[in-house]
């Protein structure tokens, strides 16, 4: 009778442990340990608190299972009748009530110190737009937009013939440009949103936090080694959203500083692509990489478009017609559209790249070049515009 029991139990406890002894590599199953010191106690507090539950979940079940084995109807078992007994009823009030106290002290101590954003030594700005992000370090005056990197995008295009080998296990998580941070210092994160709700993700820093239009989320992290860690947007924000991937590259301080300059040596680059004049062979040749970046997501590889949702560029009497109509166009955006103005994300040189791009491909032989020049004027028109606006309405107000 005793071996019976013994051998129902053995074959639970084997059909139990199935599943763990058949996937070989059973560590990337569970959360990361990360690299961040949070990112350890947010480990440790999570294999606690899951061996509680397997140990409640073994007891529980064991007793259930010897209780209906042991006075099954077959063997003539009949069913004890005891009512209102102060005493169970105290013991499973009290016993779920000790259990829950010592499980939430730990993950308080956990919580509070997650929440501590006191004495960071640096500050970014991170905001989520529809497809990409965006980081602003605040003290060091740098600031950039991260997206999918080219070659990944290119590659999941529909029919694309390319060989999905090369990117390794990290297909579809490499950007253009990396978030880089330095190791060892307190980063103080601000997360918001420009259009829709997303959410910052990184899984090995133990940051985690939604990305909400007009509202600002907090969140920190100290990185303990060097290294690449790779997230995602982690809020359903449209079409998209599996596209804009995280990758924060920790370098010690040397390495760090070095690239600081570097970015700020960039943006002197930056200036003066936008104030010297660009041959059409440049223009075009630039222009096809922001493109590709940028806008073909939408209006395809072959800017065929997708009937219905994103008009073609090929053939598009926006694209072929009047120049300053098509400038207008990336530059602003069309109210009510998923075409949204690129002012802010593009620089001239940018600009007048990626507009010479589409008026010269595609089948569009246009033959013109538009220089950066032509659109500082259209920015400066139109901040003109803007500024002699509410002049106009006290005008007409008086009259
Ligand atoms: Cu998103």
Not at 12 to 34: E, I, K, R, T
Not at 77 to 105: G, K, N, Q, R
Not at 150 to 177: K, M, P, S, T, W
Not at 261 to 272: F, G, K, M, P, R
Request: include cysteine; charge should be negative.
């Amino acid at each position: 009778m005793r071996s019976d029991v013994s051998r129902w139990m053995l074959l639970a406890v084997f059909l139990l442990a199935l599943p763990f002894g058949a996937s070989a590599d059973w560590g990337a199953l569970n959360m990361p340990v990360g690299v961040t010191e949070i990112s350890k106690e947010v480990y440790t507090l999570h294999m606690r608190i899951f061996y509680i539950c397997c140990v409640i979940g073994a007891l529980v079940f064991a007793v259930m299972i010897y209780s209906m084995y042991a006075h099954r109807k077959s063997k003539g078992a009949v069913a004890s009748d005891f009512h209102e007994s102060t005493t169970v009823e105290i013991v499973w009030t009290i016993v779920p009530l000790i259990i829950l106290i010592a499980m939430s002290i730990p993950a308080a101590k956990v919580l509070v110190k997650m929440e501590d954003f006191s004495d960071s030594d640096m500050t970014i700005g991170v905001t989520g737009y529809q497809w990409r992000w965006h980081y602003s370090y605040l003290d060091e005056g740098i600031e950039f937009y991260s997206q999918l990197d080219r070659e990944h995008n290119a590659a999941r295009q529909e029919g694309a013939d390319i060989d999905l080998e090369q990117f390794g296990d990290i297909y579809l998580r490499e950007v253009d440009n990396p978030l880089v941070v330095p190791v060892g210092k307190k980063i103080r994160f601000l997360h918001t949103a420009a259009d829709v709700i997303h959410s910052w993700w990184v899984p090995d820093l133990s940051v985690k936090k939604d990305a909400i239009p007009g509202f600002i989320n907090e969140n920190w992290a100290r990185i303990d080694e060097p290294g690449t860690y790779r997230g995602k947007c982690a809020e359903l924000c449209g079409r998209d959203h599996g596209f804009m991937p995280i990758v924060v590259i920790a370098l010690e301080q040397d390495d760090y500083d070095k690239w600081v300059v570097e970015q700020q040596s960039a943006v002197e680059q930056a200036s003066l692509d936008d104030d010297r004049d660009w041959q059409h062979q440049e223009l075009v040749a630039t222009g096809e990489k922001i493109y590709q970046s940028n806008c073909m997501s939408c209006h395809q590889k072959e800017g065929q478009g997708i009937p219905g949702m994103f008009p073609a560029i090929g053939g598009s009497h926006i694209a072929t017609g009047n120049i300053d109509t098509h400038i207008e166009t990336v530059l602003n955006g069309v109210t009510e559209s998923a075409m949204q103005g690129f002012s802010g994300k593009l620089s001239d040189a940018e600009l007048a790249a990626v507009i010479t791009y589409q008026r010269n491909a595609f089948g569009n032989e246009t033959g013109d070049s538009v220089q950066p020049s032509q659109l500082k004027a259209m920015r400066q028109g139109q901040q003109q515009t803007l500024l002699t606006q509410p002049q106009l309405a006290t005008d007409t107000g008086v009259n």
